[in-house]
């Protein structure tokens, strides 16, 4: 982790810490055939800071500005699972993929909620879940600016 973050940063990457160590963690995974499995005492760790760090966002503010939102926010959420369970379902019978499984790999959300999720459920297929996730959030890291640029300049004019 270190070694990739290093790496990363050498390298100028955007959220080097992340991309560096996912880039290097590929290479010697895929290259050397390093396996790359957490003990369970520090997924243990990890799960309790994910838990901790998503709790301890919340204020007084956040909740309120939340409340008025509400039903734009219920909208939304009941919109993109929708939008979600149909990508799913398409790549559930398109690749003969087991629709739990796919509607993981497609979920909106964190990759690290996505990872304990799918590690808590019974037969899933962990590595193409993750491996969705990984794309989509390279995806987002690579285009986000383009199209937040995109729609700022629309918003602008």
């Given at each position: 982790a270190?070694?990739?973050?290093?790496?990363?940063?050498?390298?100028?990457?955007?959220?080097?810490?992340?991309?560096?160590?996912?880039?290097?963690?590929?290479?010697?995974?895929?290259?050397?055939?390093?396996p790359?499995q957490?003990?369970?005492?520090?997924?243990?760790?990890s799960?309790?800071?994910?838990?901790w760090?998503?709790?301890?966002?919340?204020t007084?503010?956040?909740?309120?500005?939340?409340t008025?939102?509400?039903?734009?926010?219920?909208?939304?959420?009941?919109?993109?699972?929708?939008?979600?369970?149909?990508?799913?379902?398409?790549?559930?019978?398109?690749?003969?993929?087991?629709?739990?499984?796919?509607?993981?790999?497609?979920?909106p959300g964190?990759?690290?909620?996505?990872?304990?999720?799918?590690?808590?459920?019974?037969n899933?297929?962990?590595?193409?879940?993750?491996?969705?996730?990984?794309?989509r959030?390279?995806?987002?890291l690579l285009?986000g600016?383009?199209i937040?640029?995109?729609?700022?300049?629309?918003?602008k004019?």
């Open positions: 270190l070694v990739g973050g290093l790496a990363g940063r050498l390298c100028r990457l955007p959220s080097p810490s992340f991309l560096g160590t996912f880039i290097f963690g590929a290479v010697i995974h895929l290259g050397l055939g390093v790359m957490l003990p369970p005492w520090l997924l243990a760790v799960y309790a800071m994910v838990g760090s998503i709790g301890l966002n919340f007084r503010p956040i909740l309120r500005h939340a008025r939102a509400l039903p734009q926010i219920v909208a939304s959420i009941v919109a993109l699972i929708a939008f979600c369970g149909g990508l799913a379902f398409m790549i559930s019978h398109l690749l003969d993929i087991d629709p739990l499984t796919a509607y993981l790999a497609t979920s964190g990759m690290d909620s996505v990872a304990i999720i799918a590690a808590a459920a019974q899933v297929d962990i590595s193409f879940i993750m491996a969705l996730q990984s794309a959030f390279l995806i987002v285009v600016p383009s937040a640029r995109l729609v700022a300049r629309a918003v004019e």
